[in-house]
């Protein structure tokens, strides 16, 4: 909870502030990456930098956590949090990285607004950024000891037992740990982060959704090529697409994240758009196992019947659950999907059960879109979760 002599100090600030922290996420991230260029090379994802995503996400991250303290603050936002603290700990954060955070964040603070900083605004802002950091810090401690591992230490070699060609520009990795210890199961709808060394050194790090069954004896990763020509963005997609090959050997963190299905037995809205789809094979193959009864609505939207990864196997696996349906969009329609439908995903048109629950991943603007419809339609916020591969740009606004 942000004192009281702070309290009036953040809102009477806020809107400058707001209005400014895109420019100093900006100014940020260029001192942080002078002082420590291993930084960008190594923890980083230069793709997301290079687009300014990161800029935004962090600014929306900031400005989201002051609003909320001032506004609510009989409440934490622990949504945003975990979040923000399971993409931490994917990546290895440890806590000694905030201080220096701070200390870049507050001198970019200071060099975009000057003399507006006085001591009392840097005092206030400085408790917002403690009780954000610190609350996070909390968090990404605990995801270490559930995880087993030091603080940071979230790293494995692994090593690639199979590969398969799912679409032309989707590929699947079996995993096994080298040590010959068991993988460990994870919870459904997971991700793991993958370390992958590129031509000019640098240890770039992206996160894909562990897409098999949560109790296989391997895991499983689906990677979709982004391609980005000289853009950063598609770098680490296209180095696995070309070179990863069984044998191999890959750096994977332990799963996280908190796109997971609830425990009970209410009725789920399974909602998927392209390689959105892998979070939501690995809850369907859960509730094969161990809850088939379970009413589940599927849908999934793609560009095409050869562009939806796992295509066969979701349906499968939908169809060994007798109280599930799957609802098919996609933008060409073609023979080979007979009960499909034409165009984008319409959940407007489905019959909603009672007490659904939705879960949401693909692009933003298939999200934003979904998540409408179902606001329309009267489901509560709270019951609507989605995953986000990439900086979490809803942070801000939702």
């Keep these: 909870m942000l004192s009281e002599q702070s309290t009036p100090v953040v809102r009477a600030t806020l809107p400058v502030v707001g209005a400014a922290i895109g420019e100093i996420a900006g100014v940020f991230y260029t001192r942080l990456f002078e002082d420590r260029p291993e930084l960008l090379r190594d923890l980083f994802n230069r793709g997301n930098q290079a687009n300014g995503e990161q800029q935004k996400a962090l600014a929306g991250s900031i400005a989201a956590f002051a609003g909320l303290l001032v506004e609510h603050p009989e409440s934490r936002p622990d949504a945003m949090l975990a979040r923000i603290a399971h993409k931490h700990a994917s990546l290895g954060i440890t806590s000694d990285q905030y201080k220096l955070v701070h200390q870049h964040l507050f001198a970019a603070i200071v060099e975009v607004l000057g003399d507006a900083v006085t001591p009392a605004v840097a005092a206030a802002w400085d408790e917002v950024y403690w009780l954000m950091a610190n609350a996070l810090i909390a968090l990404e401690t605990r995801l270490y000891q559930e995880s087993g591992g030091a603080e ?31 993988t460990g199961a994870f919870r459904p709808g997971q991700y793991v982060s993958v370390q992958v060394q590129l031509p000019d050194g640098a240890r770039q790090i992206r996160q894909y959704s562990l897409s098999g069954a949560p109790r296989d004896p391997y895991w499983r990763i689906t990677v979709k090529r982004v391609r980005a020509g000289a853009d950063p963005a598609g770098e680490v997609s296209s180095r696995l697409h070309e070179h990863a090959r069984p044998g191999d050997t890959l750096t994977v963190s332990a799963p996280f994240g908190d796109l997971v299905l609830p425990a009970g037995d209410g009725p789920l809205l399974l909602a998927s758009a392209g390689i959105g789809v892998t979070p939501m094979l690995s809850m369907l193959h859960h509730l094969a196992a161990q809850d088939p009864t ?5 849908v999934h939207a793609d560009r095409t019947p050869a562009d939806h990864p796992h295509r066969e ?33 319409d959940v407007g048109a489905l019959e909603l059960p009672d007490g659904v629950t939705a879960y949401l991943c693909g692009p933003l603007p298939f999200m934003r879109a979904v998540r409408g419809d179902l606001l329309y339609r009267g489901l509560p916020a709270h019951s609507v979760h989605y995953e986000v591969f990439g900086p979490d740009l809803w942070l801000g606004t939702e």
Excluded: C, K
């Excluded at 790293?155 to 398969?164: D, G, K, Q, T």
């Excluded at 379970?294 to 599927?298: N, Q, W």
């Design 152 to 182: 940071g230490g979230t790293w494995r070699p692994m090593e690639i037992v199979e590969r398969r060609e799912e679409t032309s520009d989707t590929v699947s990795f079996l995993l096994r740990r080298t040590d010959g210890t068991p």
């Design 294 to 298: 379970r009413p589940v609505l599927v």
């Design 313 to 345: 196997e979701q349906r499968r696996l939908v169809e060994a659950l007798p109280n599930a349906r799957l609802h098919l969009w996609y933008e060409e329609l073609a023979t080979s999907a007979p009960g499909a439908s034409a165009g984008r995903a």
